[in-house]
């Protein structure tokens, strides 16, 4: 079994700054890829920043330059710095790992609400 767990969500100002933390734990051979998925009220849930296990990083238009993501597939371990929050990054951020067991596949985390807010 696979857990991907999501830490670090809370309420923030406009222009604040949070860190989420994702760690995955269970019977993993290897991770190929993380990343963080966001989805807000009536929207589809979209990519925000993906990292590989070779450390490239890719991320949405709208958070480039203001969102980091960083961690090691090998440590089972992802962030992503939030700076320069804006109101329309409000949404539930979701930690996802391409992830080979005995079989590889997509495992999800269960989600962080990030609200951004004055």
């Known amino acids: 079994q696979v857990q991907l767990v999501e830490s670090g969500g809370g309420l923030v100002q406009p222009g604040g700054s949070l860190r989420l933390t994702c760690e995955a734990s269970?019977?993993?051979?290897?991770?190929?890829?993380m990343g963080w998925y966001r989805q807000a009220p009536g929207k589809q849930r979209e990519l925000v920043a993906g990292i590989s296990s070779y450390g490239t990083t890719n991320y949405a238009d709208s958070v480039k330059d203001r969102f980091t993501i960083s961690g090691d597939t090998a440590k089972r371990t992802m962030y992503l710095q939030m700076n320069s929050l804006k109101p329309e990054d409000t949404a539930v951020y979701y930690c996802n790992a391409d992830i080979f067991i005995d079989v590889r596949g997509d495992y999800w985390g269960q989600g962080t609400q990030v609200t951004v807010s004055s």
């Open positions: 269970g019977s993993i051979f290897k991770i190929y890829s």
